[in-house]
């Protein structure tokens, strides 16, 4: 939870208001309900970190224990996050691209707008 709250931050960037923990909870709660692919995408960026670090960490995790990660653990995930996160977003703006490119029916480099919206 703590690490999909990070996300959420740091997506919406500057404008993000840190101080208000229930308007987080709810907006953390919306996305949820939404499963856009946006937030799909987010999750599975999230859990990608987790199991790189679980996979790093193997030597040191008990296989018959739940895993808990102290401060120090989820501070150095949310590092790694925050280092690959241009990498995944380059590889999201190439996918939306790429999309866009295949309702580009006359190789015009443009998109009908009533395309968009159908």
């Excluded at 709660?29 to 679980?54: C, D, H, P, Y």
Aim: proline share 3%; aromatic share 12%.
């Amino acid at each position: 939870e703590v690490l999909i709250s990070y996300l959420i931050i740091f997506e919406i960037g500057s404008k993000a208001n840190l101080t208000d923990a229930a308007k987080h909870q709810l907006t953390k709660r919306r996305l949820k309900t939404m499963i856009s692919q946006g937030w799909l995408a987010l999750v599975e960026f999230e859990n990608n970190a987790l199991n790189t670090f679980n996979f790093l960490q193997y030597d040191t995790i008990n296989p018959f224990m739940p895993v808990a990660y102290n401060f120090q653990a989820a501070s150095q995930i949310v590092r790694s996050m925050a280092r690959s996160y241009g990498q995944w977003q380059s590889m999201e703006c190439r996918q939306m691209a790429a999309e866009l490119r295949g309702l580009d029916l006359m190789s015009s480099g443009r998109v009908p707008l009533d395309t968009l919206y159908s």
